[in-house]
T-cell receptor
Framework: DARVTQTPRHKVTEMGQEVTMRCQPILGHNTVFWYRQTMMQGLELLAY????????DSGMPKDRFSAEMPDATLATLKIQPSEPRDSAVYFC?????????????????FGSGTRLTVV | RKEVEQDPGPFNVPEGATVAFNCTYS??????FFWYRQDCRKEPKLLMS???SGNEDGRFTAQLNRASQYISLLIRDSKLSDSATYLCSAGYIPTFGRGTSLIVHP
């Protein structure tokens, strides 16, 4: 089965440090999402790319978070500086959205996530 | 108020039982609906799509009620292995509920 690959699986860092999370979407998928999951908030959308273009990052704290997709095989999510409240599991998901059919979407495949702990 | 709401449960049922979950969504323009399953400390995995006409996959049936803006998941003949959290999503840019926990006991 094709997989979405995320690295690292676990990250423990000190407050104030930069954190970079990486995601390799499934080959042929043109859509990438970044979600954050916590017990309190559930899955929250952070960023959304289609054909490598950022389309929605309204859920992302802009002062410290940034998301990029330098090529079709790599999406990154950076936090600088990190804070304890950023501790969560960060998931990347990929899928295919046809360009013309803006209404209906398709299900998405999630990576295994990066479990981030900021101390 | 979250855009997608689910009863967190847990739903505690014996093997062989039939169990149903509902999920309400607030954006009436949503067109894409899915159910995902998430095991403890794992990623969500796509379970099935949800259509107005209903969608059945083995023991699982998903339904969409546009008038009342909810989707449902019915699990028949529950197995121990069905124990997990079930997440619903709504919208072209998926918004998720917090999930409903299902525990199937012997």
């Amino acid at each position: 089965d094709a997989r979405v690959t995320q690295t690292p699986r676990h990250k423990v860092t000190e407050m104030g440090q930069e954190v970079t999370m990486r995601c390799q979407p499934i080959l042929g998928h043109n859509t990438v999402f970044w979600y954050r999951q916590t017990m309190m908030q559930g899955l929250e959308l952070l960023a959304y790319f289609r054909n490598r273009a950022p389309l929605d990052d309204s859920g992302m704290p802009k002062d410290r978070f940034s998301a990029e997709m330098p090529d079709a095989t790599l999406a990154t999510l950076k936090i600088q500086p990190s804070e304890p409240r950023d501790s969560a599991v960060y998931f990347c998901a990929s899928g295919f959205q046809p360009g013309q059919a803006m209404i209906k979407g398709y299900g998405y495949t999630f990576g295994s996530g990066t479990r981030l702990t900021v101390v | 108020r979250k855009e997608v709401e689910q009863d967190p449960g847990p739903f505690n049922v014996p093997e062989g039982a039939t169990v149903a979950f509902n999920c309400t969504y607030s954006n009436s323009a949503s067109q894409s609906f899915f159910w995902y399953r998430q095991d403890c400390r794992k990623e969500p995995k796509l379970l099935m799509s949800v259509y107005s006409s209903g969608n059945e996959d083995g023991r699982f049936t998903a339904q969409l009620n546009r008038a009342s803006q909810y989707i449902s998941l019915l699990i028949r003949d529950s197995k121990l292995s069905d124990s997990a959290t079930y997440l619903c999503s709504a919208g072209y840019i998926p918004t998720f509920g917090r999930g409903t926990s299902l525990i199937v006991h012997p």
